[in-house]
């Protein structure tokens, strides 16, 4: 009889080794930009100025103005709640874009499936990224059965 295979969405310490904070964003409605604090020292504001990011994954703190959503991602989420919460930050199509984030989750399949190849070329297609995007564009798939 097949056993341990207990939950369809692992926490992301057991997926992946993740520990702590793994992201420190913040989702502002009112200017609909996603702003995230990488270090200690990362102040960030949104456009509009609702609300601010810093302190990174090492002390997170900021003001959440009305109208936003923190999106913490700790090592004991699970990869259900990195599918959708997990914030990636882009270039745009041709790369000349100025960085900008946006939720995996948001992304049309044809993006994740870039995402995924990019991470394949570097070996790290089952990387913590390139894993949350194969379980989204798997979602959609399942749904449109
Ligand atoms: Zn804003």
Redesign the pocket.
């Known amino acids: 009889m097949k056993c341990s295979y207990t939950n369809q969405y692992p926490t992301l310490y057991e997926a992946f080794g993740l520990e702590g904070l793994i992201q420190n964003a913040v989702h502002?409605f009112?200017?609909?930009?996603i702003i995230t604090s990488k270090d200690e020292y990362d102040y960030v504001k949104?456009?509009?100025?609702?609300?601010m990011v810093d302190g990174g994954r090492i002390s997170p703190r900021g003001s959440c103005?009305d109208n936003?959503e923190r999106l913490y991602l700790y090592g004991t989420d699970t990869t259900r709640a990195a599918m959708e919460r997990l914030a990636w930050g882009t270039y745009g199509k041709t790369g000349q874009d100025p960085l900008k984030y946006v939720l995996l989750k948001d992304c049309t399949s044809n993006h994740l499936q870039a995402i995924i190849n990019m991470k394949k070329k570097t070996g790290a297609e089952n990387s913590f990224v390139g894993h949350i995007s194969k379980l989204i564009l798997k979602s959609r798939e399942n749904k449109s059965e």
């Open positions: 502002c009112k200017c609909n930009e949104c456009t509009c100025g609702n609300t103005g936003s």
